[in-house]
Structure formats: structure tokens, C-alpha cells
């Protein structure tokens, strides 16, 4: 069933369309992305400390796309049964959410450089940074702890689960600013 990118299909194709197709997927990313947009006029008041890391701390928070196994129990029952594929679903899905936040952190990024300048080659490497962690991070606690035992989609996006990455990498913030 996922393969990769062979003939029996792929896992980026599945996880854009699933994307896609999913409003509040795709309602949530964009909301991110206006988040990250004007998330440097909010940090602005703080602008003698390096709170450059908070905000990406706090946009690391891409509730809908971390839970995929956890709202899709089929799915994590394919990619679990089949020999071989927990690495390659698992690898495959930390690169298509670095993609999704890459976009948002460079909003971010982008953002904070119009408004203000000062964006340096460092400030880039810690952007990739928490992108990087942030999704990693998201991908372990979906493959080992994904959430059971949810009634309503709503119970999945309330889980206090959903916090702990955001949390990480506010911590990791606070010790860079």
C-alpha cells in the first residue's frame, strides 16, 4: 500500500491529499501561517530579549497534521502490520511535516525580517532547528504514544498530548533567549 514513491503508491501523495482534502487540516495550517505572520508585531514589546525562538516555539503548535496515526486508526493499522513500513511511513512523515512547517517558519522568518531586519544565517539555523525537533518530536509521540480511545474527533484536538512538543520547544526557547 505505501511503498514510497513505486507503483503501489506514495506516502507524499497520500498525506498532500489527506491534506488537502481535510478542511480542518488545511484551516488549521493556514491559520499558522497568519499566526506566524503577524507573531512578530505581538513579540515586538519583547524585542530586547532574543524572542525569536519563542515564536517558533509557538508555532510548532500544527495541532491536526501531528495526530495523522492517532485520527486515522486504519492507517495505523496498515502501516503497522506491514513488514518494514513503520520506518519508511514513519521517515516519510517527518519529512512531509518538515515541509509543512518550513513554509510556516519562513512566513515567520520572513515576517520578522520585513518588519524589523536582523534575521541572520543563525537565526535561520535555529528556525531549522526547531522545525526539525518540533516534527521529530511529534513523530515519536505519534508512533509510540498515538491517542486511543477517542470518541469525537474534537476529544483528539483537546488531548493535553497535544501541548507537550509546543511545550519542549518553548522550554528550549527560553533557554536560548
Known amino acids: 500500500v505505501f511503498m514510497g514513491c513505486g507503483k503501489k503508491g506514495s506516502i507524499f ?6 491534506l488537502l482534502t481535510n478542511k480542518t487540516y488545511l484551516i488549521n495550517t493556514a491559520g499558522l501561517c497568519l499566526i506566524a505572520a503577524f507573531l512578530p508585531v505581538l513579540l515586538k514589546p519583547f524585542a530586547e530579549f532574543y524572542v525569536l525562538p519563542i515564536g517558533l516555539a509557538i508555532i510548532s503548535l500544527n495541532t491536526p497534521l ?11 493499522q496498515a502501516v503497522r502490520v ?22 510556516i517558519c519562513s512566513i515567520y522568518l520572513g515576517s ?8 541572520s544565517v543563525g537565526a535561520v539555523g535555529t528556525g531549522v532547528f526547531f ?29 493535553p498530548r497535544k501541548y507537550l512538543v ?9 533557554i536560548l533567549s
Open 13 to 18: 501523495v497520500y498525506l498532500f491529499r489527506y
Open 66 to 76: 501531528y495526530i495523522l496515526l492517532s485520527s486515522d486508526p486504519d492507517l495505523e
Open 82 to 103: 506491514l513488514p518494514g513500513q513503520g520506518l519508511s511511513f514513519c521517515s516519510k512523515y517527518w519529512f512531509f511535516l518538515i515541509g509543512v512547517q518550513m513554509i
Open 112 to 119: 520578522w525580517q520585513f518588519q524589523y531586519g536582523g534575521v
Open 131 to 159: 522545525v526539525a525537533m518540533s516534527t521529530l518530536l511529534s513523530v515519536c509521540l505519534e508512533w509510540y504514544y498515538p491517542i486511543r480511545n477517542w470518541k469525537l474527533e474534537s476529544d483528539l484536538y483537546h488531548h
Open 166 to 174: 509546543p511545550l519542549v520547544m518553548l522550554l528550549i526557547a527560553g
